[in-house]
């Protein structure tokens, strides 16, 4: 059975070319960039070719670019510096809407005895930007907050962001991860402090990322151990992987913005025809700027996770957006954060497009839901 997957935003598959690039550092190229000898070091000279790649994707000096193993650890590491650069500031300032990555690090941090405020967001899945002032205090240390939430895609004004906390002197971690490859980030643009990006979710494999620091010299890491990454991660690099993170960057690079546009469009018509068949059906996060890909849809008296199963018997992948979290069955924390309400936080459903997705698959997708509408009663 041909699997028709619609769920890109959970990850993306590892594209030829990215393999092709990475064959030749598993199969031949296998020494230790450290070592002194020239089989192993001149694997630094191919370190640097991938560090150029992501820092020309995101418009940052390749000496800010660290490494690391996904987006979890690049979110990990941003807030571990963050809590470690002023031992009088033990107050950090989220949203409750953050992938897990940040919000587990701040439970974390909450359970060392730190305050975090966790803002709230709008109907819409947005920030007020006088709350984020108002939550800053001279204890604050810093903000995370997301460019692209991976459940609705609405975008929060990271520039906005970035300059109320350069203003008021905090540090910033903007966790980019679901934006880098497909809207344009620029880096040196936005100004912040540190940006995560992951490797999986622009076609290269799972288990490598990128932390972005503004100020190298004064990073703390977290992974600590020999000097690699400039002593800003430790670990015998991932070489491969770095390849193949430098490579899908170098495609994304290329291909950034023609190819979104029509996946915008296919999902702007599709979201029209799923609202056209069934009555009361709501985008959430429709009024707000959004990632091309992403479409979250509340189902009025459909049990989301019943039909992601549904859904999975005829070989389509979708999410009901609560897989990130602790359990399969938690309600999406997000959907519950924009409207307060748990019924509309079961009831909704997330299909995030590929640049590759063609009308005839989302045209199924819908056929699908209406056939489950059918056998639910
Ligand atoms: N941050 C966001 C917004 C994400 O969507 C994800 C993954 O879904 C992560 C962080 C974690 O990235 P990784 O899977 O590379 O650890």
């Not at 975008?155 to 966790?175: K, M, N, S």
């Not at 491969?240 to 999902?267: C, D, M, Q």
């Not at 959430?284 to 859904?311: H, M, Q």
């Not at 909704?348 to 056939?371: C, K, M, Y």
Request: glycine share 8%; charged share 20%; net charge negative.
């Amino acid at each position: 059975m041909t699997v028709i997957y619609l769920d890109h935003n959970a990850t993306t598959p590892v594209l030829p070319e990215v393999v092709e690039a990475m064959l030749p550092y598993l199969r031949e190229e296998w020494g230790n960039p450290s070592s002194t000898y020239r089989f192993g070091a001149k694997l630094k000279k191919t370190l640097e070719i991938a560090r150029d790649q992501v820092a020309d994707l995101i418009g940052a000096h390749p000496m800010n670019v660290v490494f690391t193993s996904g987006g979890t650890e690049s979110d990990n590491a941003a807030l571990h510096a963050i809590a470690h650069a002023d031992p009088n500031k033990r107050h950090l300032i989220t949203s409750n809407v953050e992938h897990s990555a940040v919000l587990s690090y701040c439970r974390y941090l909450e359970g060392m005895g730190w305050r975090v405020t966790y803002l709230a967001v709008d109907r819409e899945g947005l920030l007020s930007m006088t709350d984020l002032e108002n939550a800053i205090t001279p204890e604050t240390a810093g903000v995370s907050l997301m460019w692209a939430n991976n459940e609705t895609g609405v975008l929060f004004p990271v520039e906005e962001i970035a300059a109320i906390c350069q203003g008021r002197g905090v540090l910033f971690h903007c966790d980019a991860v679901q934006a880098v490859g497909k809207i344009l980030v620029n880096f040196s643009e936005i100004r912040a402090s540190f940006l995560s990006l992951s490797g999986h979710k622009f076609g290269a494999p799972k288990g490598i990322g990128a932390l972005v620091v503004a100020d190298p010299d004064s990073f703390v890491p977290m992974v600590v151990g020999g000097k690699q990454e400039n002593g800003h991660r430790g670990g015998t690099e991932n070489v491969p992987s770095i390849v193949a993170l430098g490579t899908a960057a170098e495609i994304a690079t290329v291909r950034n913005t023609t190819s979104w546009s029509r996946v915008a469009k296919l999902r702007d018509s599709w979201e029209t025809k799923v609202q056209e068949c069934f009555p009361g059906a709501e985008v959430n996060g429709a009024g707000r700027e959004r990632l091309p890909n992403t479409s979250n849809i509340y189902l009025p008296g459909i049990d989301a996770d019943a039909l992601v199963t549904f859904l999975d018997q005829k070989a389509i992948c979708v999410s009901s957006g609560s897989a990130c979290l602790e359990s399969a069955i938690t309600p999406s924390h997000v959907i519950l954060g924009m409207s307060g309400s748990h019924e509309r936080a079961s009831e909704s459903i997330r299909i995030s497009l590929g640049r590759d997705t063609r009308a005839d698959e989302v045209d199924h997708l819908l056929l699908a839901f209406e056939a489950f509408r059918e056998v639910s009663g």
